[in-house]
């Protein structure tokens, strides 16, 4: 049985995928590129989708206005927002923000599904550690499976798409300890936000994978620019 | 005020800009190409957004995979499914069906619209003509508006982007009229789902138009291969 797993090349939509194997679902993947800075990601992507054995994957590119008001596609660094070990503020979204991301990710996985006959379509959101993103809350992803069934041919018909987000209340060290029993080489993944050649170590998404990587007592496989 | 308008090139999609002009929005037109037969309807897209005074117009390709399963994107002829004074049988989904047109169209669309702060989000869907499809009726659109203001800033701090689909209850006829009445130069639409360079006459989307404006009493300024 088909599922469409949404993959960016980071731990939790690697571990996602896995968890999609592990059910027994036959993984298709599809990986969207927003102008982001982190394409390095791409080539993760690539390797993890392969090394899981999904049986496609599509890498598609949106046009960068879509998301122009975001940090993570305008022109200048990303901005270091906090360290570790501070929490964001309840309701407090982050700079990093990406307006309606996941409610365009979603849509465009279901076309495929129901294109190619998959019965869900599996996310790596946790509304854990990224509390102040919107499109991340159980919420969102709920009332977003109820819209897909009124849009698609297969829900009008009593089959609707599922949306699976395995990870929903997980945080980084659970993630990390789940993909590591499922057998996701994490030397694989990639998390920062800047293009470098290595891991920076300071953007959030580092700050998160480090944080997460202490909690969970393992070593983080990947290089970083300078040792935290 | 900005609002994003779907736009196509066809009747439908330029009537309703014309319709968010009137109600004094400041246009920003969003054209998806998805690897349809009709891509002279962007040599349209792109003349009336010019002539209906969009202020921004931006185009963007789907990879062809997503909608894979419709008779619009696959290769091979159109079928000819009815003729004009046919209507699809109540339930009946047409085989140029695309899955979830509408629910990738719109979050592209809101997307954008959060992005550039626009407060409304427009799209030329009609629930008459087409009544097959099911991303064109009152329940999804409505469903949609509230995940989307669910997935988005400005939706969860109480400003929530309005869906508004003006052509909803209008056949074909009344929205010729309507475009008429507002100053759109149908000369400039294209309809035909076939991407000859002429209009063919003959498919759904031709038999519609023509009958459309049959009822309207008024004439169809657009050439055809072969006069009906």
Known sequence: MRAVVLLSGGIDSSTTLAVARYRGYDPCCLTILYGQKHSREIESAKSIARHLGASDHVIMEL???L??????????DIPQRMGP???P??????NTYVPGRNLVFLSLACSWAESIGAKAVFI??????????PDCRREFLESFERTAALATRIGTEGAPI??????LEMDKAAIIKL?????VDLSLTWSCYRGGKKACGRCDSCMYRLKGFKEASLNDPIHYEEMI
């Open 63 to 65: 046009p960068v206005q």
């Open 67 to 76: 998301f122009s008001c975001s940090s993570l596609t305008m022109k200048g």
């Open 85 to 87: 070990d501070e929490v």
């Open 89 to 94: 503020g309840e309701g407090a979204i982050p």
């Open 124 to 133: 790596g959101a946790t509304s854990v550690d990224y509390s102040g993103y």
């Open 162 to 167: 599922r949306i699976e987000a395995p990870l």
């Open 179 to 183: 993909g590591y029993e499922l057998g």
